[in-house]
């Protein structure tokens, strides 16, 4: 072996180019970004040179910005108990299946990962709208006489960013799942207990740890996510991303944005610190 | 273990139903004979697929995503590979935080990303060209490819090598000639996903284009959030199969349910 290649230096040299990359292109630019927070805008003055904490005052002084807040996190919160819901059963199904069918399976679930967001989402515009599918069917069945209004609503942006973050929830799962020991469940049968006892009693506590951390990925996605919220929430419906953007490249006060955003980095980044010591303090006691 | 029940099946009919729906109506918008939206449509006609041709903004907004998504997945594969080859063997101090630095860009909210981007890049006067586009996808793909390479990396048998540089071949040699062709899958595999990716990416994107550096997804978006016509269904129905044909070329390069089992195992 040569020198230069058992030398202590080479795993720097060899990653040498990427950390330069990412130093000086997302190190660099989030520390000013942080930065830019705590400048000042006018609308005559531009950008300030002194720094102060008058955005954050600004931010969280208004309650507009509160209810902003507000509905992105329920929003998200929301995302993630229907994936919880809906993800955890399939993921166990998907799970019991013959392999043919469970590859099948897995491809529809989770192919739609690889499609762009913003075509899921116009996808859903189309369903949700008020001449929509989902609205023309139901009226054509007669259960309803006018639209039910699912454009423009937390709601409909719950239910189209389940659509999107499902499959890692369900990947999530599906991975504990194939950690579990398949004799557990054959012996709770056994002894006499149905599928519903089974799913709840056995099933259901194992996968807990993939529940947890599904939950976490989908919290986070959710909170920040931009293309389905601004396509169907658009400005009467704003999230945080989405009123970073206008205060980017409508409005045009680049510090309130920076610290819009920042504010957002910090909340994702307190939870997610938060609930992983969480979830290691219970779960590392469920373990033991 | 007991075979799924009626329960099971109803509920996941239902559930297939829910994840192909929003697809299929895009699909199925999209051959309308008619001028606004309908499902299903009321007969069957390619006119919005010519209105495509019509359109040249979404055609050269296509030609840029394709041309960024291959340099940046060329650029952030040239960069991941050694720092993958060094984080997956190497035992060194910094090594967990290197790791967690490339990593990053899947943690970090996409939308703090476009701004710092924005401002960074506008500093030096790059920001909205086709370079500043490429070192930013360059960052926010490289993760894709470095799980995939490591991976990869870390099914490597260390002694092909050693039998390699005891023969006398150089560090070169032996990485063009032994250790890359062992690990070529996960590349291949981590470019095409980075691919993806990038042709896909429209949040950090959107802070950082011109109007003459506007990719597919951002130029789809501003149609959509401004009018939805059967013209954005047809483009849209164009991405969904060249989405879906990358969807077969990896799976045959490096098996779609590894690469998707990759990103929940993680």
Redesign the interface.
Same mark, same amino acid.
């Given at each position: /072996?040569?020198v230069?290649?058992s030398s202590?230096a080479? !795993?720097?040299l060899?990653?040498g !180019?990427?950390?330069a990359?990412?130093a000086s292109? +997302? &190190?660099?630019? %989030?520390v *000013?970004?942080v930065l830019?927070s705590f400048r000042e805008f006018s609308f005559y003055g531009g950008i300030s040179d002194t720094l102060g904490l008058s955005n954050y005052i600004e931010i969280l002084g208004d309650g507009y910005f509160y209810e902003i807040f507000l509905r992105t996190f329920l929003i998200a919160l929301g995302t993630t108990v229907l994936c919880v819901l809906?993800g955890v059963? @399939?993921a166990y199904?998907?799970h019991? *299946?013959g392999p043919l069918w469970r590859?099948m *399976?897995?491809? &529809? &679930?989770?192919? !739609? +990962?690889? %499609?762009?967001? &913003?075509?899921?989402?116009?996808?859903?515009?189309?369903?949700l709208?008020n001449?929509g599918?989902i609205n023309?069917l139901l009226t054509r069945m007669e259960l309803i006489e006018r639209p039910l209004k699912m454009m423009y609503t937390s709601g409909g942006i719950v239910l =189209?960013l389940t659509?999107v973050m %499902?499959?890692?929830m369900? +990947?999530?799962v599906?991975?504990s799942l194939q950690r579990q020991d !398949?004799d557990s @469940?054959?012996a709770a @049968?056994s002894l006499g207990a149905g599928?519903v006892t089974v799913f709840l009693r056995v099933v259901l506590p194992q996968c807990v740890p993939g529940i947890l951390s599904?939950s976490l990925i989908v919290f986070?996605l959710s =909170?920040?996510a931009?293309?389905t919220p601004? %396509?169907l929430g658009?400005r009467r419906v704003k999230v945080?991303?989405t009123t970073?953007?206008d205060e980017?490249?409508n409005t045009l006060n680049?510090p309130l944005?920076?610290a819009i955003?920042?504010l957002? +980095?910090v909340s994702?980044m307190t939870i /997610?610190v938060a609930w992983t010591r969480l979830v290691e303090r219970r779960h590392g006691e469920a373990l033991q | 273990m007991r075979r799924n029940g009626a329960f099971a099946l109803v509920f996941n009919g239902i559930f297939a139903l829910f994840m192909v729906a929003p697809l299929v109506v895009v699909i199925g918008v999209a051959f309308t004979p008619e001028g606004y939206l309908e499902f299903p449509p009321s007969g069957l006609s390619f006119r919005w697929f010519q209105a495509i041709l019509d359109n040249p903004d979404f055609i050269e907004a296509a030609w840029i995503s394709l041309e960024l998504g291959v340099v940046s997945a060329t650029l952030a594969t040239a960069f991941a590979v050694p720092a993958a080859l060094a984080i997956g063997r190497g035992r060194f101090a910094g090594r967990e935080g290197m790791q967690a630095l490339f990593l990053s860009p899947l943690t970090v909210p996409t939308v703090v990303l476009g701004i710092a981007f924005l401002r960074f890049l506008s500093l030096f006067d790059i920001n909205g060209t086709f370079v500043g586009l490429v070192l930013c996808h360059a960052i926010i793909i490289t993760p894709f490819i470095l799980r995939l390479v490591l991976a990869s990396v870390a099914g490597l048998d260390r002694s092909l090598e050693k039998a390699a540089i005891s023969l006398g071949a150089s560090d070169w040699t032996v990485f063009r000639r032994v250790t890359l062709p062992l690990i070529l899958p996960g590349v291949v595999g981590g470019w095409v996903l980075a691919f993806i990716t990038s042709f896909d990416e429209l949040t950090v994107t959107v802070f950082i284009v011109n109007p003459s550096t506007t990719t597919l997804p951002v130029r789809l978006f501003s149609h959509i959030t401004q009018t939805t016509d059967p013209l954005v269904a047809s483009i849209s129905t164009v991405v969904i199969l060249f989405t879906v044909l990358l969807m077969v070329v990896l799976d045959r390069l490096y098996g779609l349910d590894r690469l998707l089992m990759g990103e929940g195992a993680r």
């Open positions: /072996m040569s230069f290649s202590a080479r !795993p720097w060899l990653s !180019p990427a950390l990359l990412f292109l +997302l &190190v660099t630019p %989030i *000013m970004t830019l809906l059963p @399939e199904f998907i019991r *299946m590859s *399976m897995l491809l &529809v &679930v989770l192919g !739609p +990962l690889l %499609i762009s967001v &913003v075509v899921r989402t116009l996808g859903w515009a189309i369903l709208g001449k599918v023309d =189209a659509h %499902i499959p890692f369900i +990947l999530a599906w991975a !398949p @469940e054959r @049968e599928p599904g986070s =909170a920040s931009f293309a601004a %396509i658009g945080v991303s970073v953007y980017f490249l680049w944005g920076a955003a920042v957002l +980095l994702i /997610m | -």
